[in-house]
């Protein structure tokens, strides 16, 4: 079967590539009161766009816990500052929710860090990285996979910036939220939803 998107991509070519700008609403999640109001909106959607965000560490042995995680709409993206309110019960209970597909990329990753935080398993959560191969996409990486269906560059410059600072910039609210919702266009796309 033929696929109509390449298999591949360079890093010339992305370079040459317009930058991709998430413009949607960001809205910070920083209680607990905020996050169950969140989960109940995010709830109506089939399917959304999922990410989390580390502080880097540059010292051996040294980790850090997840500090955001980004659940994305169409229209939106919700940034909960775990760092701040750590995964509330109705949070938790979206994450293992069978309902609604979240769409995220190396999601391994992502759970190995929720579980130093909370004890679950997430559910019904696809990884676009294997899902890309059925498209004959053999990149795995978010920007590589986003220029090769978009003709746009994700920018990765604030990917190493301070996750756990007390405020976020724009910069690092417009980065987050990108990512999440770049795995919700791609997998729209694919399926031409």
């Known amino acids: 079967m033929t696929h109509p998107y390449a298999n591949t991509i360079s890093k010339e070519d992305i370079a040459q590539l317009e930058i991709e700008e998430f413009t949607g609403r960001i809205i ?8 169950a109001k969140a989960v109940d909106y ?10 989390t965000e580390t502080r880097p560490s540059f010292k051996k042995g040294q980790r850090y816990k997840i500090s955001l995680m980004q659940i994305a709409t169409e229209e ?3 940034l909960f ?4 309110i750590d995964i509330p019960k109705p949070l938790e209970e979206f994450l293992t929710n069978d309902q ?6 190396s ?9 130093k935080r909370v004890d679950i398993t997430p559910t019904n959560f696809l990884d676009l990285q294997n899902y890309v191969q059925k498209f004959g ?9 986003y220029a090769i269906l978009f003709k746009k560059k994700i920018s990765k410059g604030q990917r190493l910036t301070n996750w756990d600072a007390d ?7 417009k980065y987050a939220a990108l990512d999440a919702w770049a795995c919700l266009q791609i997998y729209n796309q694919l399926n031409q939803v």
């Open 137 to 145: 996409i053999e990149e795995a990486s978010l920007q590589k996979i």
């Open 42 to 51: 995010l709830k109506m959607f089939p399917r959304v766009g999922f990410d």
């Open 81 to 84: 500052r775990l760092n701040h």
């Open 167 to 173: 405020v976020l910039t724009e910069s690092q609210q």
């Open 28 to 35: 910070l999640i920083t209680t607990p009161q905020d996050a």
């Open 100 to 105: 609604i597909l979240k769409i995220g990329l």
């Open 107 to 115: 999601l391994r990753d992502d759970f190995s860090a929720i579980r």
């Open 76 to 78: 939106a993206c919700f």
